[in-house]
């Protein structure tokens, strides 16, 4: 049950050949490139980084369909589900010159109308607000460039306290060479046209500043306020006629929506080409690539790369080179849907185990107790098999679904144990369509009559695994020789759980005083000093609080399944008041669909509490990075 195994792979190969091998390497999707430190002697001794042309390129080219793609969705949207089913694709037909060609034409078609919308709403806005500064002046039949030679001409504002008596004064001031316009006000401003002679221009504008008044320019505008306005209105107009015609031309593209798609995972995959290849180092005539790929496939590599001139070298890495090893978690129909929940968590440092077949029974079987409803199991399998064959989602959705229908059946199961089918809903349904008839499901134990044998019942799994991460626990200390580590840690504690089990039967105690006097020695064997002292007092409140709360923890089995169950029957019991079968039917559903996605969310979180907290914590070492080689994984199209 040990994580995949990963040999180091080191190649030097020709320059020429080094997009063809890249290829090779890809269409395997089993070699991760690592970076090579700049350090190291392969760079001293004249080898260098790739400049960076390719891989600006190659995002750019990804961005441009994802940008036209966006564009397709806005103005021409796709009726599509929650889940958008992928289309079969030959690897000729995706690959081929003609299938980019039309795609790039196509996305430079739509990003090209999509700047000019861009532009249109920059000029839009910009003409309105121009229209917003004219507004105040629509009244006055006065150039806005202003006039020359004798006559001087002022736009401007002054405040409402500015009255027409102290611009009368000012004119009066002025020898009566100065009059003005009240173009408009509002509720602070108003908006004056002050004309004056030439010859008193500066003291007109010195007297003007003194009252508060502040020009207003007109830059590049010529013609009245008016028939400015008038132009920019009809600009406007031109611009909206030129928006709703490039709109409709982009939705006219919408039958490109396959085409572009498929050009985003193509272009997808020669970015994550062009990320490894940014991570070699060479010369003009050769290149240099490390990297890792599971121990299993360096045959299979070397047969693939013999047409190509390379040297390849593989080797075990060093224990000091663990933390780097990238992690690939062994894999079949039963452990693939748990990589989400080991991933969410963390994945395992190399050279440890991988949890995912050990955390796997328990994990649906607990989901299937905290569930435990054969209508609630038949939705689940139902909905898990339509989507992975309709849709087939991969990743982490397809590990998702993969999982709700194992949990289905889990839940299914224990829904037939304690006869519920959306709670009591046929007894219920039984009841009105044929008063006085009593009907039950068969099942071997009831939640509401038999809590004291599910609460034990559920405490006794939660033992059972905490036993199974204590042996795991044992099994990993004895490889790596820490023998005294495993007989306190785990021996010791489980000769305690049996004495207390013997002293529950009425067997004695002896048992139990050998578990205990094993409990206080531990911490003096393995001690120091005073740390013998205090690891004593450590090691008895650390375990026993440990293991007594871990226990504890797992009565959440009991509780979401009693919880679930009387949920669904007080709908069920709401429902059924109307005494009507159709009122029942509609009421029923929605409180069971109600129950139903609390449920499914609400076991979900509490059974990877259980994993996480009670049974990793027993063996678990988290820490590894994921194994990220360079693949042909596509979002939208299946390449067959």
Same mark, same amino acid.
């Given at each position: 049950?040990?994580?995949?195994?990963?040999?180091?792979?080191?190649?030097?190969?020709?320059?020429?050949?080094?997009?063809?091998?890249?290829?090779?390497?890809?269409?395997?999707?089993?070699?991760?490139?690592?970076?090579?430190?700049?350090?190291?002697?392969?760079?001293?001794?004249?080898?260098?980084?790739?400049?960076?042309?390719?891989?600006?390129?190659?995002?750019?080219?990804?961005?441009?369909?994802?940008?036209?793609?966006?564009?397709?969705?806005?103005?021409?949207?796709?009726?599509?589900?929650?889940?958008?089913?992928?289309?079969?694709?030959?690897?000729?037909?995706?690959?081929?010159?003609?299938?980019?060609?039309?795609?790039? %034409? @196509?996305? &430079?078609?739509?990003?090209?109308? !999509?700047?000019? #919308?861009?532009?249109? *709403?920059? $000029? +839009?806005?910009?003409? =309105?607000?121009?229209?917003?500064?004219?507004?105040?002046?629509?009244?006055?039949?006065?150039?806005?460039?202003?006039?020359?030679?004798?006559?001087?001409?002022?736009?401007?504002?002054?405040?409402?306290?500015?009255?027409?008596?102290?611009?009368?004064?000012?004119?009066?001031?002025?020898?009566?060479?100065?009059?003005?316009?009240?173009?408009?006000?509002?509720?602070?401003?108003?908006?004056?046209?002050?004309?004056?002679?030439?010859?008193?221009?500066?003291?007109?504008?010195?007297?003007?500043?003194?009252?508060?008044?502040?020009?207003?320019?007109?830059?590049?505008?010529?013609? %009245? @306020?008016? &028939?400015?306005?008038?132009?920019? !209105?009809?600009? #406007?107009?031109?611009? *909206?006629? $030129? +928006?709703?015609?490039? =709109?409709?031309?982009?939705?006219?593209?919408?039958?490109?929506?396959?085409?572009?798609?498929?050009?985003?995972?193509?272009?997808?995959?020669?970015?994550?080409?062009?990320?490894?290849?940014?991570?070699?180092?060479?010369?003009?005539?050769?290149?240099?690539?490390?990297?890792?790929?599971?121990?299993?496939?360096?045959?299979?590599?070397?047969?693939?790369?013999?047409?190509?001139?390379?040297?390849?070298?593989?080797?075990?890495?060093?224990?000091?080179?663990?933390?780097?090893?990238?992690?690939?978690?062994?894999?079949?129909?039963?452990?693939?849907?748990?990589?989400?929940?080991?991933?969410?968590?963390?994945?395992?440092?190399?050279? !440890?185990?991988?949890?995912?077949?050990?955390?796997?029974?328990?994990?649906?079987?607990?989901?299937?107790?905290?569930?435990?409803?054969?209508?609630?199991?038949?939705?689940?399998?139902?909905?898990?098999?339509?989507?992975?064959?309709?849709?087939?989602?991969?990743?982490?959705?397809?590990?998702?679904?993969?999982?709700?229908?194992?949990?289905?059946?889990?839940?299914?199961?224990?829904?037939?144990?304690?006869?519920?089918?959306?709670?009591?809903?046929?007894?219920?349904?039984?009841?009105?369509?044929?008063?006085?008839?009593?009907?039950?499901?068969?099942?071997?134990?009831?939640?509401?009559?038999?809590?004291?044998?599910?609460?034990?019942?559920?405490?006794?799994?939660?033992?059972?695994?905490?036993?199974?991460?204590?042996?795991?626990?044992?099994?990993?200390?004895?490889?790596?020789?820490?023998?005294?580590?495993?007989?306190?840690?785990?021996?010791?504690?489980?000769?305690?759980?049996?004495?207390?089990?013997?002293?529950?039967?009425?067997?004695?105690?002896?048992?139990?005083?050998?578990?205990?006097?094993?409990?206080?020695?531990?911490?003096?064997?393995?001690?120091?000093?005073?740390?013998?002292?205090?690891?004593?007092?450590?090691?008895?409140?650390?375990?026993?609080?440990?293991?007594?709360?871990?226990?504890?923890?797992?009565?959440?089995?009991?509780?979401?399944?009693?919880?679930?169950?009387?949920?669904?029957?007080?709908?069920?019991?709401?429902?059924?008041?109307?005494?009507?079968?159709?009122?029942?039917?509609?009421?029923?559903?929605?409180?069971?669909?109600?129950?139903?996605?609390?449920?499914?969310?609400?076991?979900?979180?509490?059974?990877?509490?259980?994993?996480?907290?009670?049974?990793?914590?027993?063996?678990?070492?988290?820490?590894?990075?994921?194994?990220?080689?360079?693949?042909?994984?596509?979002?939208?199209?299946?390449?067959?």
């Amino acid at each position: 049950m040990a994580i995949v195994a990963m040999k180091h792979l080191r190649l030097l190969g020709m320059e020429s050949e080094r997009e063809a091998l890249l290829k090779a390497m890809q269409d395997m999707e089993c070699v991760e490139i690592s970076s090579i430190d700049g350090s190291e002697e392969a760079l001293k001794s004249g080898f260098a980084k790739p400049d960076d042309k390719a891989l600006m390129s190659a995002q750019e080219a990804s961005r441009a369909y994802r940008t036209a793609l966006a564009s397709l969705d806005r103005f021409a949207p796709e009726k599509k589900g929650m889940f958008r089913k992928r289309q079969g694709v030959s690897r000729a037909a995706f690959f081929s010159a003609e299938s980019e060609e039309n795609a790039r %034409t @196509a996305a &430079e078609t739509i990003n090209k109308d !999509t700047r000019r #919308l861009g532009e249109i *709403e920059s $000029e +839009r806005t910009k003409n =309105e607000a121009l229209r917003a500064t004219l507004a105040p002046w629509l009244t006055v039949d006065a150039p806005l460039g202003g006039a020359d030679g004798a006559l001087a001409v002022f736009f401007g504002t002054a405040g409402l306290n500015v009255t027409d008596d102290a611009l009368k004064a000012l004119a009066d001031s002025l020898d009566g060479l100065l009059t003005w316009q009240q173009a408009s006000s509002d509720r602070s401003l108003r908006y004056l046209l002050v004309m004056c002679h030439g010859s008193v221009k500066e003291r007109a504008l010195s007297a003007l500043r003194d009252l508060g008044f502040s020009t207003v320019s007109f830059r590049g505008m010529t013609g %009245t @306020a008016k &028939e400015n306005d008038k132009t920019l !209105t009809e600009n #406007l107009v031109a611009l *909206e006629k $030129e +928006r709703q015609e490039i =709109e409709q031309r982009i939705a006219g593209l919408g039958g490109k929506r396959e085409t572009l798609l498929e050009a985003s995972d193509r272009a997808a995959i020669a970015l994550r080409r062009e990320e490894a290849k940014s991570r070699l180092v060479g010369t003009d005539k050769v290149f240099l690539l490390e990297g890792w790929l599971p121990a299993d496939r360096c045959a299979e590599i070397e047969k693939t790369l013999k047409p190509f001139t390379c040297a390849i070298e593989t080797r075990e890495p060093t224990e000091d080179e663990y933390p780097q090893v990238p992690v690939q978690l062994k894999n079949n129909k039963l452990t693939r849907p748990l990589n989400m929940v080991t991933e969410m968590y963390s994945l395992p440092a190399y050279g !440890t185990l991988d949890p995912n077949p050990l955390m796997a029974p328990f994990f649906i079987l607990f989901y299937g107790i905290m569930m435990a409803d054969m209508g609630y199991g038949l939705l689940m399998m139902i909905a898990s098999v339509i989507i992975s064959k309709k849709y087939r989602p991969k990743g982490t959705s397809g590990e998702l679904f993969s999982l709700l229908g194992l949990c289905g059946i889990s839940t299914f199961i224990m829904g037939a144990l304690t006869g519920g089918f959306f709670g009591d809903f046929l007894t219920q349904l039984v009841a009105i369509v044929s008063p006085g008839t009593v009907f039950a499901l068969p099942k071997l134990f009831d939640p509401l009559d038999d809590l004291t044998m599910i609460l034990i019942g559920s405490m006794a799994l939660g033992m059972v695994q905490i036993v199974t991460g204590m042996a795991i626990s044992l099994i990993e200390k004895c490889k790596r020789k820490k023998f005294l580590d495993a007989f306190f840690e785990e021996i010791t504690w489980w000769i305690v759980f049996i004495g207390i089990a013997l002293l529950a039967l009425g067997k004695g105690v002896a048992v139990l005083y050998v578990g205990c006097a094993l409990v206080l020695l531990g911490p003096i064997v393995q001690g120091k000093g005073w740390g013998r002292l205090t690891g004593v007092f450590g090691s008895l409140y650390n375990h026993v609080t440990g293991y007594f709360g871990d226990i504890l923890s797992y009565t959440r089995l009991m509780a979401l399944m009693l919880a679930g169950s009387v949920i669904a029957q007080v709908f069920n019991m709401l429902a059924a008041m109307p005494g009507n079968v159709i009122a029942f039917i509609i009421i029923s559903m929605l409180g069971n669909a109600m129950n139903f996605g609390l449920n499914l969310l609400g076991c979900y979180v509490h059974d990877l509490r259980l994993q996480c907290l009670e049974f990793f914590n027993k063996f678990y070492v988290d820490g590894g990075k994921p194994f990220r080689p360079m693949t042909l994984d596509t979002e939208y199209v299946d390449l067959q």
